[in-house]
């Protein structure tokens, strides 16, 4: 018996041909289970986030968090050649994870319709921008145009009267990735009980729609809920709250009429517990603005730490609105192992966010660092019938390319 509990895919071999984020983070989910992951990179730079950063003179590191526990082959699919060996990749592997767009995977001969003749038990899954189909079905777009902007959620998180909200890098990247592999998750299991293959596509753009449901559904049963909102037109009882320190408090009490005497106990205004005026659910929407400054006088008062402790001991749901660096210090996490570290390819330690499922227990995943370009090349041509001499052959004529250092 196997004592890892992320074994769950062994056996399951996967082609990644992806770039970016959202695509290789769903392939890291399913590497994290026991895939076995062949990043298939373009010669002779591999995946843009090997190099790509955010802002000058930061480490390329996304690559590295998203492709651990995977192989790299580096080809050149322009070719006959690199076709040849792709071609002999399809053959051996359950299932092609891309997020190339649709025009170019034709021209590779690498679309659904075309592999799904030739290997009628692969699972083709395309990570989109914008889907299948429509007016923007070929155009380029990341997380923050499909998922936050088109998708609602920029505007509708904004504070009323500001400027949209500039997302956290990938949020939406990862987010989408979580769908993605559990449907590649589904399809292995038909193909396990039928040996058919299936079609997968998603997008950040649907991803995104899926994650505004409640919004959506809202706007269209009343007029009252509105978008972008005001902390100061919303609910008392499900705001955010500044401290004497300069930090924040979210409170998140949907039973309005439950909660207000604790509130009131916290502040020292239990005058208002039994004030109809006050103390009822219609009322605490009417006078919002005004029992939102009561409450923001009372808490006020306190230090983040100190109002956390005493919502705490009366057990109103509530947190701290932690910035990023909290979570690196996040007791919570790092009890639950949702934060690991890991070692750069240049050396260093960083801490990343573990992959966000457990298995058997508070465990961890074993971690294999990420390759570096077609790390695996020779390994995985041999796996697939080349010979020593083949392989040093198609190196030399550049299609395909091994590094053992960065």
Not at 13 to 41: C, F, H, N, Q
Not at 234 to 260: A, Q, S
Request: charged share 25%.
């Amino acid at each position: 018996m196997n004592n890892n509990p992320y074994n769950l895919l062994e056996g399951v071999r996967i082609l990644e041909l992806t770039t970016y984020v959202a695509a290789p983070s769903a392939g890291r989910i399913l590497a994290d289970w026991g895939a076995d992951i062949i990043k298939v990179e373009a010669t002779p730079k591999g995946d843009v986030t090997r190099f790509v950063v955010p802002l000058p003179g930061m480490k390329p590191i996304a690559y590295e968090v998203h492709n651990a526990n995977k192989k790299s082959i580096a080809l050149n699919l322009k070719t006959p050649e690199g076709q040849e060996i792709m071609d002999r990749l399809l053959a051996t592997a359950n299932v092609l994870m891309t997020n190339t767009r649709t025009q170019a995977l034709v021209k590779l001969g690498m679309d659904y319709d075309t592999l799904s003749g030739k290997y009628p038990s692969l699972i083709h899954a395309q990570m989109t921008g914008f889907g299948e189909t429509g007016p923007m079905a070929n155009d380029p777009g990341f997380d923050n145009v499909c998922y936050w902007a088109l998708g609602g959620p920029m505007y509708a998180a904004m504070e009323k009267g500001t400027s949209p909200v500039i997302p956290p890098s990938s949020f939406g990247d990862n987010s989408a990735a979580c769908s993605f592999a559990a449907a590649v998750c589904g399809a292995l299991y038909k193909q396990k009980t039928t040996g058919e293959g299936s079609k997968i596509v998603t997008s950040l753009y649907e991803n995104a729609l899926f994650a505004m449901t409640e919004p959506i559904i809202s706007i269209q049963c009343s007029d009252l809920d509105k978008y972008p909102k005001s902390r100061l037109e919303n609910t008392p009882l499900n705001n955010t709250y500044i401290c004497k320190d300069g930090k924040w408090i979210m409170v998140c009490c949907h039973e309005y009429e439950r909660y207000f005497p604790y509130f009131m106990r916290i502040i020292g205004r239990e005058d208002l517990i039994d004030d109809s005026e006050y103390n009822t659910f219609a009322k605490g929407n009417e006078r919002c603005k005004e029992i939102i400054g009561i409450i923001a006088d009372g808490f006020g008062r306190f230090s983040r730490d100190e109002l956390d402790k005493k919502l705490t001991e009366s057990d109103v749901p509530h947190s701290i609105v932690a910035n990023v660096p909290d979570l690196l210090e996040s007791k919570q996490a790092w009890d639950n192992r949702y934060l690991k570290k890991f070692e750069l390819h240049r050396g260093g330690e960083l801490i990343e966010p573990a992959t966000p499922v457990k298995f058997g227990g508070v465990t961890m995943p074993p971690r294999n660092r990420a390759p570096y370009l077609g790390e695996q090349s020779s390994e995985i041509l041999r796996s697939i019938g080349y010979t020593d001499e083949q392989i040093a052959e198609i190196e030399a004529q550049g299609i395909v390319v091994e590094k053992h250092e960065a």
